[in-house]
């Protein structure tokens, strides 16, 4: 959905007029790219990254606020001169409402341990993935914030989650 969303952005902030392809998933939609099917696709450094570093890819902007440390030759978008065309990837994980905060407790810090393991590090240096950085009750605010940013693109849109 953020593909979508992004695209969306983009094309209003720029004024292009993009035409979404879908895909069920990153590598097709990737391997069009490459075999000259499609001529563009949005997606994240971390699907894209040995793509890029192999020279298959070329990146030509990234939305993320800043740039990437592991390609710090690719500009933001901002940078370009689209200032609301910045969307930050990310990934949680979620538990039932009403599970005992202790029990959430836990579980963050098995997530922060596991970041911290020397497979995981070197994995996400691969992909040009950050480790998670907020728990808790700042993920909570996170979302929230990401919800309340997000919901005018998606209602302009006509976006149905069907």
Known sequence: ??????????????????????YRGSTQAITDVMAGVVPSVLDSLTATSAHLRSGALRALATSAPERSPDFPEVPTFRELGYPDVVADGWAGLAAPAGTPRPVLEKLAEAVRKAQDSPNVQRRFAETSTTAGRLYLDAAQDFVRREVASWKPVIEASGITPD
Do not use: D, N, Q
């Open 1 to 22: 959905m953020w593909r979508i969303c992004s695209g969306l952005r983009l094309a209003r902030a720029s004024g292009a007029k993009l035409e979404h392809v879908p």
